[in-house]
């Protein structure tokens, strides 16, 4: 399907300017924008995304929420930075290139891919993570044992599984969304408890024009002692 540019305003005209349905339009019918990172990862200053997030360590459950905005650009050494800041102070710094979207903890700092440019199904790449969920010590724990000790790094394998699929969340519902899994696994330093490694899984969903809806992280231990799992949903996104 490829409309001509008249065909095309009056489309978006007729739609109310819904944004989702003018991104959509733009996937299916512009050459060169289609399955574009940044509409996958908006970086514009202003937005800003409100998630909800269950979190279990063995079956005991908390829960939490998650507020981050999109700053102003910023250019250090000739590199464009977009920062997100959360509501809990921490700034992330985001950069993009022609083969995607980049993170770094600080400017000039070492980087991870955040999405890989085709998102087509199919697309893989690596990229450096952290324990996210077994990193605090739960009531697993007994006799104040410090965990966790790793040694080296942590890199997950992520692939790119569907370009086309619809995601139900607190947030209401998204079509059009990218599924992406990666997974990856870590030896303990120390043997704690009898734990000799850990494994990462996890599934994450991109709307195009909102950026992450949804994502599932399982981290377990080999052997099979400590099972951790936390689900973020999207709630609401604003501009301005």
């Not at 509409?39 to 997030?53: A, C, H, Q, R, T």
Request: with cysteine.
């Amino acid at each position: 399907m490829k409309l001509s540019n008249n065909q095309l305003r009056s489309f978006i005209t007729l739609s109310n300017f819904n944004p989702f349905l003018v991104t959509i339009i733009c996937l299916i019918t512009i050459p060169g924008c289609e399955q574009s990172v940044t509409d996958y990862f908006p970086l514009g200053n202003g937005l800003k995304w409100e998630y909800s997030i269950l979190e279990s360590v063995n079956k005991i459950e908390s829960n939490s929420k998650l507020i981050i905005a999109n700053l102003q650009e910023v250019k250090i050494n000739d590199i464009t930075y977009y920062p997100r800041k959360s509501a809990s102070g921490h700034i992330y710094y985001f950069f993009k290139r022609p083969e995607g979207i980049y993170y770094s903890k600080a400017p000039g700092s070492d980087n991870a891919v955040v999405l890989r440019h085709p998102l087509q199904r199919g697309v893989k790449w690596r990229s450096g993570s952290d324990i996210h969920i077994l990193k605090r010590r739960h009531e697993s724990f007994a006799g104040g044992e410090s965990f966790i000790s790793l040694e080296g790094d942590i890199t997950l394998d992520y692939t790119v599984k569907s370009a086309g699929e619809a995601v139900e969340v607190l947030a209401g519902r998204f079509s059009n969304c990218v599924r992406i899994e990666s997974s990856g696994t870590v030896r303990v330093e120390a043997r704690t408890r009898g734990i000799d490694h850990i494994m990462i899984e996890q599934t994450e969903w991109y709307a195009p024009g909102i950026g992450l809806v949804k994502s599932i992280r399982k981290e377990f231990t080999i052997p099979d002692k400590i099972t951790g799992e936390m689900i973020q949903e999207l709630v609401s996104v604003k501009s301005g």
